[in-house]
């Protein structure tokens, strides 16, 4: 697509068939080793989360009617609370996807509320102190699971590790290498472990070319099946605010190329609340079909920015590419044979970098912890998060209870907040003069 010598391709533009099938293949190739991690780091099987990748972002290309340019993988946010109800003795993998089914419908309706009344009117009950704090909770509950992968082999875990930050930091803006630090810090863990004598591929030799993904539906009425409910969906707490960075973060790239190609603006910023919907509908795919939650990427979204391809026909056969290598059977089994001490030094870094995400979060909208109430609100989802994290289980026995950490955490969190607002609206209430807030108008 080109206007003089600008080069590139909106959400609506369909490259010639060559390149939509090579643009749509460096897609999957960038979301390929975080949502592969993913499955491995939660024991689901590869083939469903690919398949269930690629029919995610599909379906979010169809229902935005080509508008968004998003593509979907694993989220790491959800490895804590599914890995602790897929290892407690009431759960497994089946009543974990209950719970990821309802992280779905949570995100779905966040979406239609922001349709009906505004963003800024969510962000009044989900403040970037409440999202912030989970996602730094959500990080470090997992530090001890990616120490104890490690320790199978501090050695090459270390090794792996290193690389990994060398290849993020050293190789950034270098390309689409650039874009691949995990992948190639486990390519060196992987050799070293191949050297080693530490890799068994007898898994790859027993399997078949290709064979069905093994697919399984949730139970829901397993007595379990509320427990996951309670201890996965309230994550989409900290996830919704970073859905809509992606969407911002895109919108802006879009709306740039457009302005040099002289083409309208698409503003897809508006379509907050159809995103969320989407995002919603991808989580149900996967917790339907057998795959952890998923979320749309922004590994993807720097692709997009570094190629200027914003093509949702790319993103599509992207999709379909994903699909069928769910079926490739002995790319599973080559997969599976990935040494845990390489995916527990992988492991140090991502997890990290999920808390510190939360503080950027926090750093990006300015949250003021000289505020009191601001201060109250993270430092209590801390604690109660972080110290839930490090009880039996994950759960915080109370009352006769055992309550899941992070999700009591962002729970109590909300309700704080809920609080501090009932007592602000009052306050200005009783002021001479005090008006009540206009209505926040709604974009989608």
């Known amino acids: 697509m080109t206007a003089g010598r600008v080069i590139g391709y909106l959400p609506q533009d369909r490259p010639p068939f060559g390149a939509l099938v090579s643009l749509g293949f460096q897609h999957v190739l960038t979301m390929f080793p975080a949502t592969v991690l993913v499955a491995i780091l939660t024991k689901f099987d590869v083939g469903v989360t690919l398949f269930t990748s690629g029919l995610a972002t599909i379906v979010a290309v169809v229902g935005s009617g080509g508008r968004i340019p998003l593509y ?13 109800v897929v290892g407690a003795s009431w759960g497994g993998h089946r009543v974990a996807q209950v719970g990821i089914v309802a992280t779905g419908l949570v995100n779905i ?8 009344v505004g963003k800024q009117a969510l962000d009044r009950v989900l403040p970037p102190a409440i999202t912030g ?27 792996t590790l290193v690389a990994t930050v060398l290849f993020s930091v050293y190789l950034r803006g270098k390309g689409l290498l650039g874009m691949l630090p995990v992948l190639l810090g486990a390519a060196v863990g992987y050799l070293v472990s191949l050297a080693a004598g530490l890799v068994d591929f007898k898994p790859v030799l027993e399997a078949p070319l290709f064979a069905m993904p093994k697919f399984q539906f949730p139970a829901f009425t397993a007595p379990g099946a ?10 989409a707490i900290a996830t919704i605010p970073e859905s809509t960075a992606h969407l911002y973060q895109i919108s802006l790239y879009i709306d740039k190329l457009a302005d040099e190609l002289g083409r309208p603006r698409l503003e ?7 995103n969320l ?18 979320t749309n990427y922004g590994e993807n979204n720097s692709l997009m920015a570094i190629t200027r391809n914003y093509s949702t026909p790319v993103l599509a056969a992207a999709g379909v590419i994903a699909m069928a290598l769910g079926f490739v059977a002995k790319l599973s089994a080559l997969i599976s044979t990935l040494p845990i ?3 527990g ?41 972080l110290g839930g994290a490090a009880m039996e289980g994950g759960n915080i026995p109370i009352w006769g209870m055992k309550l899941p950490s992070i999700a009591t955490a962002a729970v109590v969190g909300i309700l704080l907040n809920l609080v501090f607002l009932a007592f602000d609206r009052r306050s200005a209430g009783a002021r001479p003069g005090a008006h009540a807030e206009p209505a926040v108008e709604a974009h989608d």
Do not use: C, H
């Open 133 to 159: 704090s989970v996602a730094i909770v959500i990080g470090v509950a997992l530090a001890k699971a990616a120490l104890d992968m490690a320790s199978q082999n501090w050695t090459i875990a270390l090794l």
């Open 345 to 385: 030094g992988l492991a140090i870094y991502l997890f990290g970098v999920i808390a510190m995400q939360g503080v950027a979060l926090m750093q990006e909208e300015k949250v003021d912890l000289f505020d009191p109430r601001q201060l109250a609100i993270g430092a209590i989802i801390l604690v109660i998060g």
């Open 109 to 116: 309706l966040a979406g239609l509320i922001i349709q009906r």
């Open 268 to 274: 897809v910023k508006r379509l907050i609340g159809l």
């Open 72 to 84: 979907y993988g694993g989220s790491f946010a959800y490895i804590a609370p599914v890995v602790a």
């Open 277 to 294: 919907v989407l995002d919603g509908l991808s989580d149900m795919i996967n917790g339907f079909f057998g795959a952890s939650s998923g």
């Open 226 to 235: 509320w427990q996951a409910v309670l201890a996965i969906a309230p994550i």
């Open 341 to 343: 001490f390489v995916t």
